[in-house]
């Protein structure tokens, strides 16, 4: 199935849905666009176009199944990020199809899974030019509908936080080089590549109310340097408790055996172990006052 068929199924179903209306051709509609995530080329202009098509119908016909259209995309976003050279990906985010690109991006990280955005982070700080253009493309979005702030935040969260450049095969940016002549590259560079696009991210919360630094303890696989970098960007997040586990960020960090990075974060605000916080005190108030004994 070529490009130009894909494009040409698609004005159909389009054609289709316009004359005769979403509630009697919803179903053919599923199929058929069920039918062209399977077998479009897996050319990275043919997943964004696929992306484009779902948004469409679920722009204009909010219900489960645009929904499910939407879900299965997102599903196809880190094949085509894999599957793709870096120059072509470097290409989408600088040309034409820069906007349908992060408008993409915004859906992938709204209904994709964690196991999809693992991939993906790790297919973007393959590169660092590939990488330095994904995050300028966002932070310098004027695009109506996308919060530039919200999808890198996002981004930096899900994708990034537990991922170590060494692991990644980070290209093109050595930065310096040891003894051997060998290049030595920051393990946390990604991440302060995207506080220093956005200084603030580290203090925005998420829908969840979570920090950065929430995620970053809370990944068994963030390196003791990006959890550093995190902090550094928002020291006093070392303070606030996850409100998604009620843990301290130093908790998070030692139950994913991140001991250095649990000390440190514990020494910044002592008091979480020594006098308690206000809130649990609090707590421990409310218990006495009930208590029998107490009476």
Not at 28 to 38: E, I, P, R
Not at 70 to 96: D, E, M, R, S, W
Not at 232 to 241: C, G, M, T, Y
């Amino acid at each position: 199935m070529s490009d130009n068929d894909t494009t040409e199924v698609a004005a159909m179903i389009g054609a289709m849905v316009e004359k005769h209306g979403w509630k009697d051709t919803m179903n053919v509609a599923k199929h058929s666009t069920t039918f062209l995530g399977k077998n479009a080329p897996k050319t990275l202009s043919s997943i964004l176009d696929q992306g484009g098509r779902c948004m469409e119908l679920h722009a204009t016909n909010k219900c489960s199944i645009t929904r499910g259209c939407l879900v299965n995309f997102a599903v196809n976003v880190a094949p085509g990020l894999q599957g793709n050279h870096y120059t072509i990906i470097q290409k989408c985010l600088t040309g034409g199809k820069q906007t349908l690109f992060l408008k993409c991006i915004r859906v992938f990280m709204e209904y994709g899974e964690q196991k999809g955005m693992d991939a993906v982070g790790k297919r973007v700080i393959s590169h660092g030019d590939l990488f330095s253009t994904l995050v300028k493309s966002i932070s310098e979005s004027t695009i109506d509908g996308i919060d530039s702030r919200a999808l890198l935040r996002d981004i930096l969260n899900k994708c990034l936080v537990q991922h170590s450049i060494p692991d990644c095969g980070w290209k093109n940016h050595g930065i310096s080089t040891d003894a051997n002549g060998s290049v030595v590259v920051p393990p946390s560079l990604h991440i302060r590549h995207v506080l220093q696009a956005c200084p603030n991210l580290a203090h925005e919360a998420d829908e969840d109310g979570r920090l950065t630094l929430h995620h970053a303890t809370g990944s068994i696989n963030a390196s003791h340097e990006t959890i550093e970098c995190i902090f550094e960007a928002n020291s006093k997040a070392a303070s606030v408790r996850d409100p998604v586990t009620r843990l301290y960020p130093f908790m998070l960090a030692g139950s994913n055996v991140r001991t250095t990075a649990s000390f440190k974060l514990l020494l910044a605000d002592p008091n979480l172990v020594l006098g308690g916080t206000q809130v649990d005190a609090g707590e421990n108030d409310k218990k006495r006052k009930r208590s029998p004994s107490m009476g």
